[in-house]
Every structure is written in structure tokens, then in C-alpha cells.
């Protein structure tokens, strides 16, 4: 049981699930009845399903990564790689989770949120993974599915897309840039290994990995205002995203100065606080 759940990558889906749960929250101010009533039931099949749908996604992903897992030092002790669970089974587990997942989202919540799981299930499966091992932009095509969930987490509870779920995509989708080029700055040596061309193996010096950095977590400080432009969030929210943000942005100047490991996990660490952090100012400081 426990090699299936890692296959599920559970510290990534509990990230997938609150960035679903904050969507929820603020599309109940343009549900569908007017009322704005927290339907728990409702809230809870649309985390189980986006979360049923995120597993399987990353059981599939697995699947398809077991070789080049296996000569990377960081992911050859995965169930597959490391010969704990046979291929079809991982196959037939992933496939099985992103079903019931999607179906979960279609028959419990709405067809919105059913078809946003099925375009993030695919996109992530059939354009990025591959992609990984032909061009460092994959990562820009990643983000996409990886902005998804509040996406999701909104339509469920308004049945609606608006200029405020658009918000908290942009977040999201301009987050997973340091984020990302962080690991991959880290683990670069893996990456080249196993022929994934993230933008620390094509070009190695670093230099464009730290502008990179520099550009999207100076970005995010701009677009993390959006929710009080739109009203979502007040002063209090304003304050601590400019704060997160700026502070954010200094591990990316340091990281792009210095270009070490040890600064570019304090991007990662920075990125790993800076999200829950800040939607729970978003979510405190909302309007009554």
C-alpha cells in the first residue's frame, strides 16, 4: 500500500487540494444561487475528486517517467525505477484514480470542474511529459495544467469562470516558475542524466536560469495584487504580499548573484512558504 501511495505524490496533491480549496472559497461569492453558502458536501467531493484526479496524473506520469526515474539519484528509489511495483500495475492504478476522479467532478459537482480535470489530466500527460525531453519550454507549457486547481476549485462552487479565478491562476501559473527552476537547478546533474532539458541542462552556465528567476518572481509581486484590485482581499492581504513578494524576489536576486545550490534551495524554500502563506492572508483578510 505504501508504494501506491507514493505514486500518488501526496506532498504535491495536499498543495493541489488548498490551491482547490482557496478557488472554492472565492467563487462562492458568484455561485450559481446567489447565496454564497458554504456547501460542505460539495466542497468535499470536489477535493476528492480533483485530488482523486491529481493522483492518478501522477501515478501516469510515473509510468511513463520509470526509465528515466531509474538513472536519476533523486527519483531511483520510486516504486517503479526501483523494482518495487511492476509497470502494468502502476498503469492500471493511475488510469483507475484519474477516472474515478474525473467522474467524481462530473457526477458530484458540475461539468465545468469535470472538464477542467480531464483538460489538466491531459495536458500534463500528452504535451508536457514528453515534451520535458525535447525543450526547456515544457516547463512554460507544465505551468498551464499546474495552474489549474483553483481554476477548478472556483467552478465548482459558481459554476463559472471569472476575472477573479483568472487571478488566482496567474498566482499560481507565475509561482511555479521559481519554483521550478529552483529543483531544476538543484537536481541539474539528474535532469541531464536522464535527457530532460530543463533550462539549468541547456544552458549551464546558469545565467539565464537566474534571470528567469529574477523575471517571474518580480512578476508575481504586480499580479499577487490583482485579488485587491478586484476586491477579494484588503490592506492587511496588500501588505503581506508585498512583503512575501519582495522577499521572495531577494532569494532570486541571491540565487542569480551567487548561482550555488545553497541558494537556489532558499528559492525553493522561499517559493514552498511564500504559497500557503499567502492564500491565507487572501483568505483572512477577505471582505465580509
Known amino acids: 500500500m505504501r508504494h501506491y501511495v507514493e505514486l500518488t505524490k501526496p506532498r504535491i496533491t495536499w498543495l493541489i487540494l488548498m490551491s482547490t480549496g482557496v478557488g472554492y472559497f472565492f467563487g462562492l461569492r458568484h455561485d450559481g444561487n446567489g447565496t454564497g453558502a458554504l456547501d460542505w458536501a460539495l466542497l468535499l467531493h470536489t477535493l476528492i475528486g480533483t485530488g482523486l484526479t491529481a493522483s492518478g496524473t501522477a501515478a501516469l506520469n510515473q509510468w511513463y517517467e520509470r526509465d528515466a526515474d531509474a538513472v536519476m539519484r533523486r527519483t531511483a528509489d520510486r516504486p517503479l525505477p526501483s523494482g518495487k511495483m511492476t509497470p502494468p500495475r502502476a498503469l492500471w492504478f493511475g488510469i483507475a484514480l484519474a477516472a474515478m476522479g474525473v467522474a467524481e467532478l462530473a457526477i458530484w459537482v458540475n461539468p465545468l470542474a469535470a472538464l477542467l480535470g480531464a483538460r489538466t489530466l491531459g495536458s500534463y500527460l500528452f504535451i508536457y511529459t514528453p515534451l520535458k525531453q525535447r525543450s526547456h519550454l515544457a516547463t512554460m507549457v507544465g505551468a498551464l495544467p499546474g ?17 477573479e479565478a483568472w487571478t488566482l ?23 541531464a542524466r ?31 495584487l490583482f485579488p485587491v484590485l478586484l476586491g477579494m482581499s484588503g490592506k492587511i492581504y496588500l501588505a ?19 548561482r550555488t545550490n545553497l541558494r537556489a534551495r532558499q528559492v525553493l524554500l522561499a517559493s514552498v512558504i511564500y504559497l500557503p502563506v499567502i492564500y491565507g492572508l487572501m483568505v483572512f483578510d477577505r471582505p465580509v
Open 240 to 258: 503581506g504580499a508585498l512583503i512575501l513578494g519582495v522577499l521572495f524576489l531577494y532569494t532570486g536576486i541571491r540565487v542569480a548573484f551567487d
Open 147 to 163: 495552474a489549474m486547481p483553483p481554476l477548478m476549485g472556483y467552478a465548482a462552487s459558481s459554476g463559472v469562470l471569472t476575472a
Open 169 to 191: 491562476f496567474a498566482i499560481l501559473f507565475v509561482w511555479q516558475f521559481p519554483h521550478f527552476l529552483a529543483i531544476a537547478w538543484m537536481y541539474r546533474e539528474d535532469y
Open 194 to 224: 536522464a535527457g530532460i532539458r530543463m533550462l539549468p541542462v541547456v544552458e549551464p552556465d546558469l545565467m539565464s536560469t537566474g534571470r528567469q528567476i529574477i523575471l517571474y518572481a518580480s512578476t508575481l509581486i504586480p499580479v499577487s
